[in-house]
């Protein structure tokens, strides 16, 4: 080859390799914030959260935030502690990768999805786990906070990812659904024969999603699936399905276990669908 030519092949080649050594990114906190951030992530004192509206930053007492959640979680009508066994965890395992096994027998699914929903171990999930954002746009004395439970790696979590792509084109149907703050002012420029001096008005349900009774949620479920047009996946398998997902949401808080027993969890995919549909 010609000499310049494998100069400058060879001279890239070193360039490239520098440039591969050097970090991708770069932090714009010098060394003392760093060791602030540090200092407060390691304080057993605090708990830090993101705040419920908004995007403030919020550091909670850990007395007041360890109170606020057993003071949600006492609500007997909603929550009950369990003494959770390590065999209830497999079997719900067993019971999920059960449900995508014999959506691909019947061809529901393909061998790539089965793979993908599929819990390869069966001791290889976990408990939810519950935690608080601080209502801080409500009041900052005596905060409130919203439960939310994270479902990451729980045995329903699967079923509930599953569920929430065949539900939510019955949930965006509903006269009820509101996409985005864009979506209601088209519904809103497109309301007729409003009546002179009408008012429009909103409402708030206090703990919207833990209201909803499972067997009436599931009754609303079922009569909104029976009018599908498209009813490749029965009724009764995808009834079954969010079944598993309502009566089997249990998770940790501050070392016990607790179940959910009425209405679903905010923080699982599966919760808005049977929502909207049971309003």
């Known amino acids: 080859g010609h ?8 001279k890239t080649k070193e360039d490239l390799f520098k440039s591969i050594k050097k970090p991708l990114r770069y932090s714009n906190l010098c060394k003392e914030e760093w060791q602030a951030v540090r200092t407060l ?17 919020v550091i909670w007492d850990r007395i007041d935030y360890i109170k606020e959640a057993e003071k949600q979680l006492s609500d007997k009508g909603t ?19 059960c449900f995508f096994k014999n959506l691909k027998v019947n061809g529901h699914i393909t061998e790539k999805n089965l793979k993908y929903f599929t819990f390869k171990n069966k001791k290889a999930s976990n408990l939810g786990k ?26 329903a979590e699967k079923v509930s990812e599953f569920l929430d ?11 009820s659904y509101i ?14 024969n409003i009546p002179k001096g009408a008012l429009l008005v909103t409402a708030d349900v206090v703990a919207l999603y833990p209201s909803i009774p499972h067997h009436e ?37 501050d070392q ?5 027993i009425s209405g679903t969890a905010i923080g699982t995919k599966f919760a808005p669908p049977p929502m909207l549909v049971f309003f």
Do not use: W
Not at 179 to 192: A, E, G, H, P
């Open 41 to 57: 992530a390691d304080d057993r004192n605090i708990v830090i959260k993101k705040a419920d509206k908004g995007s403030a930053v």
């Open 130 to 155: 519950l935690y608080l954002l601080p209502k801080i746009h409500k009041r900052l004395d005596c905060v409130t906070g919203r439960p939310v439970i994270s479902n990451c790696g729980a045995p």
């Open 165 to 175: 792509y065949h539900l939510k084109p019955i949930m965006q149907t509903g006269q």
């Open 3 to 10: 000499p310049n030519l494998d100069v400058f092949l060879e």
């Open 179 to 192: 996409k985005d703050s864009n979506d209601f002012q088209q519904k809103v420029r497109q309301l007729s």
């Open 256 to 260: 016990k276990v607790y179940q959910q």
């Open 217 to 253: 949620g599931l009754l609303s479920l079922r009569e909104a699936l029976d009018k599908r047009v498209d009813k490749k996946i029965s009724t009764d398998t995808l009834m079954k399905m969010s079944e598993f997902v309502l009566k089997n949401n249990f998770f940790e808080f």
């Open 79 to 97: 929550y009950k502690k369990v003494a959770f066994k390590e065999k209830l965890l497999i079997e719900l395992v067993e019971k999920s990768n």
